[in-house]
């Protein structure tokens, strides 16, 4: 009837992109194709999150996650800052080699030592 006053909740669906690597879900998919073009969790991306050389943090936690700790390669690469695209390591934080403003992380990339872990 009009007026009435509905107070259940409505249930919908809605559409999400998922990254088939690292599983984060955009509500655009163009947003998730650029997001795939630079995912850590890529092997094809050759970075520590997915090569058998990299040296797990104490007590469990996720290197990758915070910028602010060591990182460790078992086998001795030189660790970041390093360009996300590239993985060339800039003169400065937010300069690539390539001297275009790129954004760095601490994660090597395209690392040329990379191995996938088993």
């Known amino acids: 009837m009009a007026g009435e006053v509905v107070n259940e909740p409505i ?12 599983r984060r ?13 630079l995912c850590f969790a890529d092997p094809a991306r050759r970075t520590c999150k997915t090569c058998k050389h990299d040296v797990p943090a104490e007590g469990g936690h ?6 602010y700790e060591p990182r460790h390669c078992a086998e ?3 660790q970041g800052p390093s360009c996300v ?30 191995e996938a872990k088993s």
């Open 25 to 37: 879900s955009y509500a655009h998919k163009a947003t998730a194709v650029r997001h795939m073009s």
């Open 85 to 114: 695209e590239c993985g060339e390591h800039p003169d400065a934080p937010s300069a690539c080699w390539h001297g275009q403003y790129r954004p760095t992380t601490t994660l090597r990339v395209l690392c040329p030592l990379w």
């Open 11 to 22: 249930a919908f669906v809605t559409m999400r992109h998922r990254c088939p690597h690292c």
């Open 62 to 67: 996720d290197l990758h996650v915070n910028d």
């Open 76 to 78: 001795g690469m030189e």
